[in-house]
């Protein structure tokens, strides 16, 4: 994959993915996670090769993407009324029900990323590709997007989470991606970007 500025920060990348099955992404910061998942999501086009996906995917970026102003579950309102799964049984598994009614500008960022985790759970997608969804959750939180992992895969959904801590991922495979550019590149990649 090449960026603006020439950048290459993906190369001979060859994954697959089956259902029920995870796979980390793991590597420093710049190696390419996340791009490899917006590659994968068909946010972003590959330079060379091609990405097959046979089942509809959800996806978690590093945005929340919540209203302020509007509570909680007036956030997620749409989503719920596109869901087979009924909303309250998600806030439950994400230990957010108490908090349906808040305005989303009080919650917390752990509050606000297990929000955006909602959005996923309620999308009925089979393939759910997920940038750091454990940033800025505690210990419990984890150990509770791990059950739900665990769920979405014994019901033959499958997904791949890039991260720089362990995730409760059992049986996951890894995929370990090196840094390939110099950072030196970006400044013709900005000039790319946004010409004069
Ligand atoms: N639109 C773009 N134009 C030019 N360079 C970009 C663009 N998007 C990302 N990059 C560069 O590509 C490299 C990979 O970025 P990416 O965000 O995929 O890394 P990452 O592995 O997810 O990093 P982190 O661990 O910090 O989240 C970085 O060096 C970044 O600066």
Do not use: C, Y
Not at 41 to 51: D, E, F, Q, W
């Amino acid at each position: 994959m090449r960026l603006p500025g020439d950048r290459l920060v993906l190369d001979q990348v060859n994954l697959t993915l089956h259902s029920g099955e995870a796979m980390l992404l793991t590597g420093p910061n710049g190696a390419g996670k996340s791009t490899l998942l917006r590659t994968l999501a068909g946010l972003r086009s590959p330079t060379r090769g091609h990405v097959e996906r046979n089942a509809p995917i959800a996806w978690l970026g590093h945005q929340d993407a919540l209203k302020p102003a509007l509570s909680l579950s007036h956030n997620l309102a749409l989503s719920a009324q596109l869901s087979s799964v009924p909303l309250a049984r998600v806030l439950q598994a994400l230990d957010l029900a108490h908090l349906a009614d808040v305005p989303a500008r009080l919650l917390s960022s752990g509050q606000k990323r297990r929000a955006a985790f909602a959005r996923i759970m309620l999308s009925d997608a089979k393939i759910w590709l997920l940038d750091e969804p454990s940033v800025g959750l505690d210990q419990a939180s984890i150990a509770r997007l791990g059950a739900i992992m665990a769920e979405h895969r014994k019901q033959g959904g499958a997904l791949v989470a890039t991260t720089h801590v362990p995730l409760p991922l059992p049986e996951a495979q890894t995929h370990q991606l090196p840094v390939i550019a110099e950072d030196t590149t970006l400044l013709d990649a900005f000039d790319e970007d946004f010409p004069e």
